[in-house]
Nanobody, 123 residues
Framework: QVQLVESGGGLVQAGDSLRLSCAAS????????MAWFRQAPGKEREFVGG???????SLYADSVRGRFTIYRNAKPTEYLQMNSLKPEDTAIYYC?????????????????WGQGTQVTVSA
């Protein structure tokens, strides 16, 4: 099993930056693709961005491309750097991981999920 723990959420103003962290523990040798999803009240969970450790490829949602960047150091920690935040970025952000190597935007294909961290952006 793999455990994922997010941190770094909070309340910021529009235009501010925030960095989320995701620490993985357990059988991390089993995971390859890691990603961030978010879910706003009354909306479906949506893909934010992710990367594959084996290929080094990254993928971002159109809504965050150019503003959000995923960093990672030694596996199994990843970070989501969020710049130029907007009120519409307000959501609970989840760190995810999957055993498969293909990076995907489909949440049901991820095997492990963190508990989520709240990000609130005020206008």
């Amino acid at each position: 099993q793999v455990q994922l723990v997010e941190s770094g959420g909070g309340l910021v103003q529009a235009g501010d930056s925030l960095r989320l962290s995701c620490a993985a523990s357990g059988r991390t040798d089993n995971i390859d693709a890691m990603a961030w999803f978010r879910q706003a009240p009354g909306k479906e969970r949506e893909f934010v961005g992710g990367f594959s450790w084996s290929s080094g490829n990254s993928l971002y949602a159109d809504s965050v491309r150019g503003r959000f960047t995923i960093y990672r150091n030694a596996k199994p920690t990843e970070y989501l750097q969020m710049n130029s935040l907007k009120p519409e970025d307000t959501a609970i952000y989840y760190c995810t991981a999957r055993r498969g190597k293909v990076l995907t935007k489909t949440p049901t294909l991820y095997d492990y999920w963190g508990q989520g961290t709240q990000v609130t952006v005020s206008a």
